[in-house]
């Protein structure tokens, strides 16, 4: 086995784990786990209707999952998608209500806002680190709940549709709404768009000085340094392409699903990005497939709902047990990498050297 698949091999295994005790529960409660995710497939992908509810799932997701990963790459912990997917809607849905413009300059600007808007909270930060070495886990953590909390404000005061009941905007210009892909549904470009994003972060990764100096970085920043990289400047940056990843995918919850700003209009799609992005090991391109998985989880749970006993929530509780899998993949996978070097030396020498999983066991001992 090569190190390189070490990782997508215990993404899986967490995964399968997953689905397991998710088929535990469902036995518990009586029903067939056969049944029950035999509907849940039917769902998601049973028909074109279900695929294209599946893939209208998956955009938001792609978004926040790429831009939780190009901040990890970079070397900055982002948990804060939710609060850049807010930032980022709002900004698109201002945009989109109030810019009187044909469809080919107003939606690639509703989008641009978007991604300005939500680098640009996703940078903050990245400032307050390099500045003042604030842990960007707290504070990208507590701006999720700022960018809530404003939202909120905007869309029940200054912004809220007048005579409705509920906190939400005006429907936005018709000129902004996102192109529909498949007739009757909400499917639409969106989800085009965060494919070429995550092709063209591939990209960078791979083909631009600015890519390859955050990767360097992320694994190393004291060697990132030393070779004269600017480490703060490479933060800052990934954090801005992070938010700005994480806004587009508020704008298209705007621009093609909701037609306007909705209070509490994300379900925790942030927070969904960065389980899929520590699935993905923060590869660009993986983010796609463990995007559409987690939205067939959300699309195909309510057929599984209406044809057997078992409720769509467990979709949410299968993603929790991934997390927790997920959070012991790290040193899982430091033992299975330790073992391959030591089989591998084993070969390549004709001498035994010390059995890491036996030193593991008398360290622990100890």
Known sequence: MKKRLIIPITSLLALLAAFGIGA???????????????????GA??????????????TPLIFTGLGVAVAFKAGMANIGAEGQLYMGGMAAAVVALFVPAPSIILIPLSLLAAFVIG??????PAVLKVKTNTNEVVTTLML??????????????????????????????????????????????????????AVA?????????MGYEMRVQGENKLFASYVGIDVNKRLTQGM?????????????????????FVQGISPGYGFDGLTIALMAAFNAIAVI??????????????????????????GVVIQAVVILF????????????????????????????????????????V
């Open 119 to 124: 680098g640009l909270y996703g940078a903050i």
């Open 144 to 197: 999720n709940y700022i960018a809530k909390s404003f939202t909120s404000f905007l869309v029940n005061y200054p912004l809220k549709a007048p005579g409705s009941p509920l906190g939400q905007t005006n429907n936005i210009l018709d000129a902004a709404k996102l192109p529909i892909l498949f007739k009757g549904s909400r499917f639409n470009i969106g989800f085009i768009v965060a494919v070429l994003a």
């Open 289 to 314: 497939p463990i995007a559409i998985l987690f939205g067939a989880l959300r699309s195909g749970g309510l057929t599984m709902e209406m044809n057997t006993a078992v409720p769509s929530e467990l």
């Open 45 to 58: 992908f049973g028909s074109p209707r279900g695929i294209a509810s599946t893939l209208s799932s998956a």
């Open 326 to 365: 997920m959070a012991a993949r790290a040193p899982l996978s430091k033992k299975v990498s330790d073992y391959l070097d030591y089989r591998s030396t084993r070969r390549e020498t004709g001498k035994t050297p010390p059995d890491p999983l036996k030193k593991a066991e008398e360290g622990g001992a």
């Open 201 to 209: 972060v591939a990209v960078m990764y791979r083909r631009s000085v």
């Open 24 to 42: 535990l529960i469902i036995l518990a409660n009586g029903d067939s786990p056969v049944q029950a995710y035999g509907a849940l497939l039917r």
């Open 240 to 260: 801005f392409i992070g938010g700005g990843l994480a806004g587009l995918g508020g704008a298209v919850l705007v621009m093609g699903i909701q037609y306007k």
